[in-house]
Nanobody
Framework: QVQPVESGGGSVQAGGSLRLSCVVSGATGTSACMGWFRQAPGKEREGVAL???????NYADSAMGRFTISRDNSKNTLYLEMNSLKPEDTAMYYC????????????????????WGRGTQVTVSA
């Protein structure tokens, strides 16, 4: 049973930083696509960043230059380093993973992930 579990969310002021972690128990493959998504109240879920170990990470325009996605396969852990946070980054952040499949070009906008975590809340105050 594969179950992603996120942590690291919290409340910060604008300009601050947070590091999210996601431990993915169970086997998914060291090159399987993993990603971060977020959903703010009243808004649709949106992709933030993807990584699969074969290509360079893929970022949403809103995350480019401020967020960094990485993974430590020895710890089965996915990370999202978030800097220069803005109030519009406030959302529930979700980790997602595929099973032995890499990322596709459409995964940020139309995610096709088998496993999802329950989320960790990020709140950025002005």
């Amino acid at each position: 049973q594969v179950q992603p579990v996120e942590s690291g969310g919290g409340s910060v002021q604008a300009g601050g930083s947070l590091r999210l972690s996601c431990v993915v128990s169970g086997a998914t493959g060291t090159s399987a696509c993993m990603g971060w998504f977020r959903q703010a109240p009243g808004k649709e879920r949106e992709g933030v960043a993807l990584i699969d170990g074969r290509r360079a990470p893929n970022y949403a325009d809103s995350a480019m230059g401020r967020f960094t996605i990485s993974r430590d396969n020895s710890k089965n852990t996915l990370y999202l380093e978030m800097n220069s946070l803005k109030p519009e980054d406030t959302a529930m952040y979700y980790c997602a993973a595929k099973s032995f499949v890499g990322c596709s070009r459409t995964d940020l906008s139309r995610p096709d992930f088998r496993y999802w975590g329950r989320g960790t809340q990020v709140t950025v105050s002005a």
